[in-house]
């Protein structure tokens, strides 16, 4: 397993290329099983994610192969296979998003149950909703949904949850509207620019989808999808992740391919924070551009929201908390959408920043500058959280189970370094531990001898008769 040991205080500066959007990608490839003939997708992020996606697809009798040039090619060479094993579907909840090609297609589906997740409960209640309401016959057994239909037919559905709207349960149930019998409405639709990247798609193979971007679709059936040629959209997350490490450095980045419509409520945050931003085309926000990022002005904090698109996405509330976590101030980050997402927070804490959990929020109190110290990732953003927070605390980071990080964001580490972080990738060995975070006796924590400077070091604003004399034993 890796590690990255940063080493943090470099400001970021420079220019910066943004990959294609991963949660694209993955319902992208699952639509592909819908097509007939080869689809090709340009612009798919190289990541674990989307290897995994490959693997359940090739386990479903499709071909996939990513050529020299970087495009992804998916053919369907075998229509037997309709079952997405346990051993794969937990490594990635996002093959849930074959169902509903599946049942579309082959008329036949299994697919495991994803099980938990450590962002919190993921449910797949709505999908099955929706896939049922067009005629599917579904039950679970033993970890697995196993499903069948004859022809879909058309209904009228409606997608809203406790939590607001499905990203991935949108695409199943649209994809497999695209191919039943007659009209389909889609209530309560989410309208994440990746379900429109998705919809794009699907009309260019020949759907008929209306109301892409809006909670209320409309699909009229046809008998069949043609495989096209696709370009994915940029990654919004990636962007939005990019333009938090250069404000956390006070720095000056120029980031190209974003399409700032995607992530208009994040660029309002990072500008109410104080971060200056600005765009190539400020007229056609909806156009893949440069935007450039930087810090002239002390920050200020503030409060933020997770909500369904086009809120502040619920993939972006981590990174924000570190840079709130050392902006001083009090900020409230609230999650509409995952209410439990909160891992990071206590990782941040051994950082030196200052944070309350209250049910679904996060109350900070910022502090001028974090401290590095050996942390966990949890999940793919808490990750992405923690290299930030490293890059602008004082001393050395080492952020463990960066595997996580793998699986969503493509040569995040390279780019970094080309704007000049401090970023290395080490194993995940004991000899590998820088020497401020080394440790004594196989467990994480400083040396005796360091508490003891700590404790009794000039930092302290105390009467001398105040002052703690720690006792000398070990
Ligand atoms: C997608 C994204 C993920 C992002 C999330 C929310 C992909 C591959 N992943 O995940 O990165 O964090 O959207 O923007 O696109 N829910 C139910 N029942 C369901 C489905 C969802 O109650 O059947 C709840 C979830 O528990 C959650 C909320 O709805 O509270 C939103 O989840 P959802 O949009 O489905 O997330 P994903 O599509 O899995």
Request: glycine share 8%; net charge negative.
């Amino acid at each position: 397993m890796d590690m990255f040991i940063v080493r943090g205080g470099e400001r970021l500066f420079g220019s910066v290329t943004v990959s294609g959007a991963k949660n694209s990608a993955l319902p992208l490839m699952a639509a592909a099983l819908a097509c007939e003939g080869e689809t090709t997708l340009s612009s798919i992020p190289n990541l674990v994610d989307v290897t995994t996606q490959s693997r359940v697809l090739g386990s479903l009798g499709m071909d996939v192969q990513r050529d020299e040039s970087g495009l992804l090619h998916l053919k369907t060479v075998d229509e037997s296979a309709c079952i997405a094993d346990y051993d794969l579907v937990r490594r990635m909840r996002a093959s849930v998003c074959v169902l509903g090609p599946l049942l579309a297609k082959r008329r036949m589906a299994c697919v495991s149950l994803p099980g938990g997740c450590n962002i919190g409960d993921r449910p797949i209640d709505l999908h099955l909703k929706g896939l049922a309401a067009l005629g599917a016959q579904i039950r679970v057994d033993r970890g697995y949904v196993i499903a069948r239909a004859d022809r879909l037919r058309g209904a009228n559905i409606f997608l809203g949850g406790a939590f607001g709207s499905t990203v991935t349960g949108t695409c199943n149930v649209m994809i497999a509207a695209t191919l039943a019998e007659g009209t389909t409405t889609i209530e309560s639709a989410a309208c994440e620019p990746e379900v429109v990247d998705v919809g794009n798609f699907l009309n260019a193979c020949g759907a008929r989808i209306e109301g892409l971007g809006t909670p209320f679709l409309k699909i009229e059936g046809v008998e069949r999808l043609q495989a096209v040629e696709h370009e994915v959209i940029p990654d919004r997350i990636e962007a939005a992740t990019l333009m938090i490490a250069a404000a956390m450095t006070g720095g000056d980045v120029q980031l190209n391919e974003v399409r700032p419509d995607h992530i208009t409520a994040v660029m309002e945050k990072l500008r109410e924070i104080g971060v200056t931003i600005q765009l190539e085309y400020p007229q056609q926000p909806e156009r893949r551009q440069s935007v450039w990022v930087k810090v002239t002005q002390p920050l200020k904090s503030v409060d933020c929201i997770a909500l369904p698109y086009p809120g502040i996405p619920t993939d972006v509330q981590a990174q924000l908390m570190s840079l709130l976590a050392c902006v001083p101030g009090i900020s409230i980050v609230t999650d509409k959408v995952f209410p439990d997402r909160f891992m990071h927070a206590s990782e941040l804490a051994r950082m030196g920043a200052k944070i309350r959990r209250e049910s679904a929020s996060a109350i900070l109190n910022g502090v001028s500058r974090l401290s590095g110290a050996c942390v966990m990732a949890s999940d793919l953003r808490a990750s992405a959280a923690l290299v930030l927070a490293g890059l602008a605390a004082e001393g050395e980071t080492v952020i463990r189970r960066i595997y996580h990080l793998d699986r969503g964001y493509e040569c995040l580490e390279e780019k970094l370094i080309a704007l000049g972080a401090n970023v290395q990738r080490v194993k995940d060995e004991p000899e590998n531990m820088p020497e401020s975070l080394k440790l004594t006796d196989g467990e994480e924590r400083p040396t005796y001898s360091e508490l003891l400077d700590a404790l009794t070091g000039p930092h302290w604003n105390l009467n001398p008769s105040e002052k703690p004399t720690p006792s000398a034993e070990g």
